[in-house]
């Protein structure tokens, strides 16, 4: 293995699905300006090719990076998800080739939460249906089903950033909160929380998804789950397409058993704005589909690309880590006037002890020493005088279970 500090010229950027260009420019004043920029995501066995040279990649929700990704990126340093979700990083695989991954974890809270807010009033009015018969030259100027938020129950599914930021929004307008969620959270102006999904679904108007994508939230909504709802209530999801079974949310359209529904996120999503979507819902004027936007706003985009990009960056020229989701987290200052050694190893007795045995048998003084671990890899960062560096990079490279190592000047 090769020392891996090179020149901010040859460090290589790729960022996929249109990343905001407030990425490109951060990236740009930062020095880095080898940059190749995608609007599409790529598939698995183009990444696989592409990424042998690539240093950084920037994604967002629908590029999968896969272990097979992952085997193939012998040079990456780093993941940067422009988005929430990480679901779509195989995370571990990840840490087990010393590759943090950064998101923005808040910039698009906003936004998911207006979204939902604007798809209450609409569902509520029935405007979905109202507006596609107008466009087909059908008046229905009646009040039957139409109703105000005031007063309604709104039902939050994972009280998380952007559900206790809807909870805020729906209870100015009137609406009455209740939340479940697998942890005890502090529940926001009146905001009730309730012991069960089930109570949640029987009690509210509203049910409104903002779980991640993990194995227990996989079809966490079925059919059993909307039997629980009341007739005549909404659905939605701008969380992850595999929290419900799309097919029993149809048949509850089909039935009338819901009013309606709103969905921004599917199980199986076009991979760029060329393809066509496909579903089921595609014929329930009273289901609001968007397509994936959530979070697309030109404020959300932007202050995405600022943050990741300035996470990156922060790894790439000073070595911390934090906020990373997968990995140890090191907050580290700057390093004026010495060299900086990243060594990236397997958690296993008596690597560090090793790692301090190269520096003390060549007797270089370690100015100051950084470690975190978790379960798969320790993280130790050195700071020692220039003349050693080399000397130090060569001999920790060599020592057993290390995955990378860096040197930072
Ligand atoms: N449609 C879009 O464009 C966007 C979608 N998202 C999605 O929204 C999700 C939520 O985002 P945040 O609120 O920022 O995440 P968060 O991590 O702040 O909140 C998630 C909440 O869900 C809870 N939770 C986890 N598993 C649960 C389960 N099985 N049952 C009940 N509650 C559970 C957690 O305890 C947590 O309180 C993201 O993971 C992402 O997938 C995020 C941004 C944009
Ligand atoms: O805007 C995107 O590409 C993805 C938004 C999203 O789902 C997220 O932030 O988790």
């Not at 209450?120 to 509520?124: A, D, K, P, Q, V």
């Not at 507006?131 to 229905?140: P, T």
């Not at 009280?159 to 929004?169: A, D, E, K, P, T």
């Given at each position: 293995m090769k020392p891996t500090s090179l020149d901010k010229s040859k460090i290589r950027f790729l960022l996929l699905?249109?990343?905001h260009q407030s990425a490109v420019n951060a990236l740009h004043q930062a020095g880095y300006t080898n940059i190749e920029y995608l609007k599409t995501s790529l598939p698995e066995d183009e990444l696989v090719e592409k990424i042998r040279d690539v240093h950084f990649i920037g994604i967002r929700s629908r590029t999968q990076l896969t272990a097979r990704v992952f085997d193939a990126a012998s040079r990456l340093q780093a993941v940067g998800c422009f988005c929430i979700g990480t679901n779509q990083v195989d995370l571990t695989a990840a840490l087990i080739k010393g590759v943090p991954v950064f998101n923005a974890p808040y910039s698009n809270t906003r936004s998911v939460a207006e979204l939902v807010i604007g798809q209450?009033?609409?569902?509520?009015r029935g405007i979905p249906e109202k507006?596609?018969?107008?466009?087909?030259?059908?008046?229905?100027k009646v009040a039957t089903g139409s109703f105000e938020t005031r007063g309604k129950k709104l039902g939050v599914v994972g009280?998380?950033?952007?559900?206790?930021?809807?909870?805020?929004?729906a209870e100015s307008m009137g609406m009455k909160v209740y939340l479940y969620d697998i942890i005890t959270k502090l529940p926001l102006g009146n905001a009730v929380q309730v012991g069960?999904?089930?109570e949640l679904m029987q009690t509210c108007d509203i049910i409104s998804l903002h779980v991640p994508e993990t194995a227990q939230t996989a079809n966490m909504i079925g059919a059993e789950q909307i039997s629980w709802m009341k007739n005549g209530s909404i659905l939605i999801n701008a969380s992850r397409g595999t929290v419900i079974d799309i097919d029993a949310l149809a048949a509850a359209l089909e039935s009338g058993q819901l009013a309606g529904a709103a969905i921004d996120v599917f199980p199986v999503e076009p991979r760029s704005n060329d393809e066509e979507f496909i579903s089921p819902l595609r014929q329930y004027d009273n289901c609001i589909l968007t397509p994936h936007i959530g979070g697309s706003t030109m404020e959300a985009q932007e202050n995405?690309?600022?943050?990741?990009?300035?996470?990156?960056?922060?790894?790439?020229?000073n070595g911390s880590t934090q906020t990373s989701v997968n990995f140890p987290e090191v907050a580290l200052p700057s390093h004026p006037d010495m060299h900086r050694l990243l060594h990236i190893h397997e958690n296993v007795p008596g690597v560090l002890s090793q790692i301090n045995q190269v520096f003390s048998a060549a007797g270089i003084n370690i100015r100051s020493q950084y470690l975190q671990t978790?379960?798969?890899?320790g993280y130790v960062v050195m700071d020692i005088d220039k003349e050693h560096s080399e000397i130090a990079m060569d001999k920790l490279t060599g020592v057993p279970g290390t995955i990378r190592c860096r040197v930072l000047w």
């Open positions: 699905e249109g990343v209450i009033i609409l569902l509520l507006n596609a018969q107008a466009h087909r030259g059908v008046w229905q009280y998380g950033n952007i559900g206790s930021q809807l909870s805020v929004l069960s999904l089930k995405i690309g600022l943050e990741v990009a300035e996470k990156l960056t922060r790894y790439s020229d978790n379960d798969k890899i």
